[in-house]
């Protein structure tokens, strides 16, 4: 629900009923960064995080990453 203002209600532990969060935003960004293959220690800058094995979490293989990895594998019989 939106406020008259435009913005919109937040609960008390300051999450919002808008599906398009700025963390999602942030989550796109990094992942979308990540797979496109620019530099882990860049997109940490970017995202301000200490530690570089935060960022590697967007890295992680999604399922269909997987399922295309093992498309790749030919067995000759």
Known sequence: MTKPDGRRNRDPSGHTDDPTTEHVLRHTLATTLVRGKTD???????LGHARLKTTRR???????DKEDALKLITIDR
């Open 40 to 46: 882990l220690v860049l997109v940490a800058e970017i």
């Open 58 to 64: 967007y890295g992680l293989p999604s399922d269909k």
